[in-house]
């Protein structure tokens, strides 16, 4: 392997970087959003305020691309429903 | 049993009631339910065929039938249940894609992420901030990590889903998540210790 292979790229680092930014002390766990995910969605639709609880939803989406495909798949479901 | 709408069904009493065919009506609503959403969902799809659809959903209806205790009342049921669906076919699908991928590349993949990292410095010009940034960036990452937690950080930088991860680490989904947010939070804290702010951070990239 070339040793430029083992370097992070700029784009690599600016995700660390994005990550890290996003970081808190205290976060939902993907068990967790799958939990409330229903709630945040159906505030979103509706274009309702979030609440401290369903916020940690919104922020674990952020950092999780696997749970923000489904939920990006559940707003599918509900904007079809609508 | 009378389904109508949404407003008008208990649907955990309903799923549960005593009477064996007032709850068979309920279940078999349900899984209509969940079918019709992952096909919504999964349109398109070319990985996804008719039998998948119907296994998704009936994998989907089990899983829920399982947490029916779980469910708050926090959302509408069939919300909390599509979501729950949607999970299934997703873990589901993903496992099948990595699947595919060889043993061998995996292995290799494994090996690569618990090398030492290196990032190239030159790599972010002459601004003073940012190259103060990733020298510290690259030293908590080489001094301060444990390996699998640097392997945890560099699978998802590579966008190795995270059940792959998961597997990689030889842990589960939890303890695996833990992992990565104690490693996210020991870097951060590296940062913030060095002078650099969250602001600092945000306006860096
Ligand atoms: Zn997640």
Redesign the interface.
Known sequence: ?K????????E??????????L?R?R?F???EC??????F??CQLANKPVGEIIASVEQHLAL???CR??YE??M???K?GQ | MQVVTENEINWPAALRASDSADQAAAVSELRGLLHAGLRVALNGRSDVSEAHLEDFAQESLLRVLDRLDQFQGRSKFTTWAQAIALNVAFTELRRKRWQDVSLDALMADGERITEPTMIADDAFGADEDRTHLVKVLRSAIENDLTPKQRAAIMGELREMPFDQIVELLGTSRSAAYKMLHDARRALKQRLLEAGITGADIQNAF
């Open positions: 392997m040793p430029e292979d083992k370097r992070l790229t700029s690599q680092v600016g995700s660390i970087v994005k990550m890290l930014s970081t002390d976060e766990n993907c068990g799958l939990q409330h995910v229903s709630e969605a159906e999780c691309p696997e495909e489904e798949a559940l599918k479901i509900l079809a």
